[in-house]
């Protein structure tokens, strides 16, 4: 990242060297301080210790300060507004950075659709247009991209986001078109070059390239190709590194967040800092190595901590007991049978589910398979674990009932087949109809109940 920097925005005020230097290299540096790399420290997530030295060792150390000062304009701009770990938003651009520019918003526009290809949920749209209005009222030009659904062979017509352009011409009481591609071709730039201030169109959906959700660099470099600077107000896919969302960065300078976004990272912050106990977190998902981040830092904060997904099958195997055909990361047992031991020095209860809905397959494609529910400790062999049994449930809505905060990463189950969705959505329902602190993460499954 620093060499990256050196080269890039920081070229001509940080140098970088992979070799080892001594005092009279610096006789012919035109850098006035260097940091040294291999000294430097990251001490936590947002406190970096920062080793400098100078053109002649004894250099005045304002020179370092002169240097971080320049660095923080360059992320956080003139004005600082942006505090330290915080994703600066539009609320932090100039009039000069928005007007007359193009702005490329990642919205959450993935909605239902009926087979008459009528939206039956609107929500996420009118979500979207706070942001999409402050744009157009600094004078910025607006495209709006986003996925709808899982297409699997390009573009079709029941993934369209006519629709949703249709609708949000409505809402807004004004012509938003809806280009026939995401990408940068001839006819898109076209359309793009005739926007005037104040202008929105979407662009068709993201998710008929493949290259979407592989994060294809050309992909991201097309679309980035068409604006100015990139907007992500789109929470439920913040956490996927997909074309749209993480590979447009790379080419779009500066990239923000929007009203949405901000206002739900804010809210989960607020949540995992400053909890009201008792404070649960619920991880599921289906391998452990994806998620020791997230229990190792919730070990530390909560009073309860919920296990689901695939990753339970990893932690019932740690504990002895046979899981049959069931997922399990072989080289996580270790880990999984510590994350309990600790779980239990530090005080917090860890429950996994004492019965298991299983399948004698995946449910590949929606298709029914064979289904039992049977004890956590009796998982038949060829049997595979596909969700939490209704004991289980009952159990985590108990353990939820004197919770004051949850936070949840991840389903309970595969929830996109229903034969094994109620572990989740019976979790969700709860504390929808409770009253308590309840922040979902961009992962979870409530963050995404009306289309996957």
């Not at 996580?332 to 399948?359: F, N």
Request: glycine letters at 8%; charged letters at 30%.
């Amino acid at each position: 990242e620093i060499k990256k920097r050196a080269e890039g925005d920081m070229k001509g005020f940080l140098g970088y060297c992979d070799e080892d230097l001594v005092s009279t290299d610096f006789e012919t540096c035109t850098i006035s301080s260097t940091f040294d790399s291999k000294a430097c420290i990251m001490l936590d997530p947002t406190f970096v210790k920062l080793v400098a030295w100078y053109d002649n060792e004894w250099g005045y150390s304002c020179r370092v300060v002169d240097l971080i000062k320049h660095m923080a304009k360059v992320d956080a701009g003139e004005s600082g507004a942006a505090p330290k770990g915080v994703k600066k938003s539009v609320a932090d651009l100039s009039d000069a950075d928005l007007d007359g520019k193009t702005v490329l918003i990642r919205c959450d526009l993935n909605v239902p659709l009926n087979g008459d290809l009528e939206i039956t949920d609107e929500t996420r749209i009118t979500a979207s247009i706070p942001t999409i209005e402050y744009l157009c009222k600094k004078g910025a030009k607006v495209l709006a991209c986003s996925h709808l659904g899982r297409p699997k062979n390009g573009p079709e017509d029941k993934f369209s986001l006519k629709p949703v352009a249709k609708r949000m011409s409505e809402l807004m009481g004004k012509e938003i078109k809806c280009a026939p591609d995401c990408k940068a071709t001839d006819e898109v730039k076209k359309m793009v070059g005739a926007m005037g201030k104040g202008d929105v169109m979407i662009l068709e959906n993201t998710r008929f390239y493949k290259g979407e959700t592989k994060n294809d660099p050309e992909l991201a470099e097309s679309m980035a190709s068409l604006a100015d600077l990139f907007v992500n107000d789109a929470f439920g896919t913040a956490h996927r590194a997909h074309s749209s969302t993480e590979g447009v960065t790379k080419f779009l300078k500066p990239n923000v967040s929007g009203f949405l976004l901000k206002k739900e990272l804010d809210y989960l912050a607020g949540a995992v800092d400053s909890p009201v106990r008792p404070m649960c977190a619920i991880v599921g998902g289906a391998k452990v190595s994806t998620k020791i981040p997230v229990i190792e830092s919730m070990l530390d904060k909560v009073d309860k901590l919920v296990i689901g997904g695939g990753m339970v099958f990893t932690f019932l195997k740690a504990r002895g007991l046979s899981v049959g055909g069931s997922l399990v990361e072989e080289d996580m047992l270790d880990l999984a049978k510590k994350l309990e031991e600790q779980a239990k020095a530090k005080g917090v209860e860890l429950i996994l589910p004492s019965d298991i809905a299983c399948g004698d397959a995946f449910p590949a494609d929606g298709k029914e398979v064979g289904f039992k529910v049977v004890p956590a400790i009796e998982i038949p062999d060829g049997w595979l674990g596909l969700d939490n049994g209704p004991d289980a449930t009952e159990e985590i809505k108990k353990a939820l009932a004197d919770c004051k905060t949850v936070i949840w990463n991840g389903p309970m189950g595969v929830f996109e087949s229903p034969q094994f969705s109620k572990g989740t959505y019976e979790i969700a329902e709860c504390l929808a109809r409770s009253r308590r602190r309840t922040a979902p993460s961009p992962s979870s499954a409530v963050a995404t109940p009306c289309q996957p």
